[in-house]
């Protein structure tokens, strides 16, 4: 098993048992509620009709379920894309509860491998997902395909883990930190910023968490430096 087969089997045993023993939108876990980030750019798209939206590494539905929420009477769609057999099911279901079905489309694919349709969308997020990909190539392949992929005037919201550590909270032992890509902060930064030259910059900052995982039964504390960085486009300036 290479070590990215390992990190991604543990990582689909961590959301497994998350969505299997917490539910959407109720207390006790991230699932909680959606990020606040997300939901506050739903306005910019109040006049809008047909809104598309792309959820990368949708998860169960926390902010897609909001987004689709809030497009549905303006005949919006949320293309909502993971990894995980299990996420994709408890969206499907949730999406039923909370009577967005006809809004929500799921695809099961590998964010490294998936290709966006250039001019599509309104709104891309990718929340705690890019990371994910295999490699730093897999990761500059997708934001250039997310920017790429946003029509004029469109937003990419983009939250990324980087300089992730782990920590055995019983012998307070140093662990591999189990993250496919983990950058320094500084190099995250200029890397994601790189891509979206003549954007309008939204949001751009760093806060540092940590928080109390479970992996094989045990507790571990992981410390994260997590960047929030949102832009929008505006083809106009390219030629002022």
Known sequence: MTRIEFIRN???????????????????????????????????????????????????????????????????????????????LKLIQYSKEYKVEEVILTEKADLGNYEIKTNEYDLIVAISSLEHVES???????????????????VNCIIVNSEVTEIDEETNEKLDALMEVNLSTEDMIKKISSFYTGWELFKSEVKTLEYSIIRNGKPVLLKTNAITYVVRKNNEKYFN
């Open 136 to 154: 730093e190539v897999a990761l500059n392949k997708i934001i250039q395909q997310m920017a790429d992929g946003t029509q004029n005037n469109g």
């Open 10 to 88: 543990e990582e689909k045993k961590y959301h497994d048992y998350c969505y299997d023993n917490y539910k959407l939108f109720e207390e006790g876990s991230w699932l909680y509620k959606p990020v606040k980030t997300v939901t506050d750019l739903l306005h910019l798209f109040d006049d809008k009709e047909n809104v598309k939206v792309l959820d990368l590494g949708c998860g169960v539905g926390r902010n897609s379920i909001p987004i689709a929420e809030a497009i549905k009477s303006k005949n919006g769609k949320v293309v909502c894309v993971d990894l995980l057999d299990s996420a994709l």
